[in-house]
Nanobody, 128 residues
Framework: QVQLVESGGGVVQPGGSLQLSCTAS????????IGWFHQAPGKKREGVSC????????YYAESVKGRFTISRDNAQNTVYLQMNSLKPEDTAVYYC?????????????????????WGPGTQVTVSS
């Protein structure tokens, strides 16, 4: 059974940092591109970043470039999202997701319909 579970969310002040984790089970993690999305209240879900299956290629949305870093540890079945210099507009539920097909990576805007497997999400709140 394919499962993705996010952790690491919380409340942080502007300028602070958080590291999110996405732990996978039920499939071979190093065969799939994994991505992070966020959804703010009243807004649609948007792609934030993704990382390729085995060679570490990455993509970042313009809104997080230079502040967020995605990484993966296939041996631990985990993908991370290090979020620095957080802003109030980063407040959202953060989801990790598995790309629709294995052994494929595209560095570009993340279209939600290409990511059929999702975790339940973790809340990130940036507030003073």
């Amino acid at each position: 059974q394919v499962q993705l579970v996010e952790s690491g969310g919380g409340v942080v002040q502007p300028g602070g940092s958080l590291q999110l984790s996405c732990t996978a089970s039920g499939f071979t993690l190093d065969y799939y591109t994994i991505g992070w999305f966020h959804q703010a209240p009243g807004k649609k879900r948007e792609g934030v970043s993704c990382i390729s299956d085995s060679d570490g290629r990455t993509y970042y949305a313009e809104s997080v470039k230079g502040r967020f870093t995605i990484s993966r540890d296939n041996a631990q079945n985990t993908v991370y999202l290090q979020m620095n210099s957080l802003k109030p507009e980063d407040t959202a539920v953060y989801y990790c997701a598995r790309y629709i097909t294995g052994n494929y990576f595209r560095a570009g805007p993340m279209r939600e319909y290409e990511w059929p497997r999702w975790g339940p999400g973790t809340q990130v709140t940036v507030s003073s």
